[in-house]
Antibody
Framework: QLQLQESGPGLVKPSETLSLTCLVSGGLIISSSYYWGWIRQTPGKGPEWIGSISYGGSTHYNPSLTSRVTISVDTSKNQFSLKLTSVTAADTAVYYC???????????????WGQGTMVAVSS | DIQMTQSPPSLSASVGDRVTITCRASQRISTYLNWYQHKPGKAPKLLIYAASSLHSGVPSRFSGSGSGTDFTVTISSLQPEDFATYYCQQTYSHPHTFGQGTKLEIK
């Protein structure tokens, strides 16, 4: 069955760039029925939708992050990535990657999630 | 952005109880509403999409209802594995915002 696994540094210095990768296994990232997304969560708060990308590279970003975020896809490696520039302590969170089904499948919900990876921003 | 407000923030209940969690949107979102279950250290799970459609593999004791601005998820008879945090999410417009969560605890 399809699985997603996040990877990347667990510690990033302030003002630097946070980079995470999500490896998709058990299925192909090339699908017209799904987008691939990133969500983050800080303790005590609800999840924050960061953005999503299709296998063809079409993206949607959260306007609150759009000036700092880039999501890209590498179909040859069956993975997609998140870059967040100029990070501050406010970007400390658990970051999840997830598959988002099209509206006619699951109402654009995230139907498969990775386990999440904790990223701390600190000097 | 559309704000999603869940109530209550936390809830204590016993195995076998019927439990309802509410989610309210700051504007009308038709049925573009999803519910997730999240346990500590685990990947969140999709429970319900489009306000009332049960995701594949989700037990039938879960049900969802609502449209417009007010939505609920109900667990008809709580099981030990249901104690978790529940989140709603709107997919009516970007960004697809989530509620702040309802933590369901054992009484």
């Amino acid at each position: 069955q399809l699985q997603l696994q996040e990877s990347g540094p667990g510690l990033v210095k302030p003002s630097e760039t946070l980079s995470l990768t999500c490896l998709v296994s058990g299925g192909l990232i090339i699908s017209s029925s799904y987008y691939w997304g990133w969500i983050r969560q800080t303790p005590g708060k609800g999840p924050e939708w960061i953005g999503s990308i299709s296998y063809g590279g079409s993206t949607h970003y959260n306007p609150s992050l759009t000036s700092r975020v880039t999501i890209s896809v590498d179909t040859s490696k069956n993975q997609f990535s998140l870059k967040l520039t100029s990070v501050t302590a406010a970007d400390t969170a658990v970051y999840y990657c997830a598959r988002r089904g099209e509206q006619w499948i699951v109402n654009e919900a995230f139907d498969i999630w990775g386990q999440g990876t904790m990223v701390a921003v600190s000097s | 952005d559309i704000q999603m407000t869940q109530s209550p923030p936390s809830l204590s209940a016993s195995v076998g109880d019927r439990v309802t969690i509410t989610c309210r949107a700051s504007q009308r979102i038709s049925t573009y509403l999803n519910w997730y279950q999240h346990k500590p250290g685990k990947a969140p799970k999709l429970l319900i999409y489009a306000a009332s459609s049960l995701h594949s593999g989700v037990p039938s004791r879960f049900s969802g209802s609502g449209s417009g601005t007010d939505f609920t998820v109900t667990i008809s008879s709580l099981q030990p594995e249901d104690f978790a945090t529940y989140y709603c999410q709107q997919t009516y417009s970007h960004p697809h915002t989530f509620g702040q969560g309802t933590k369901l605890e054992i009484k």
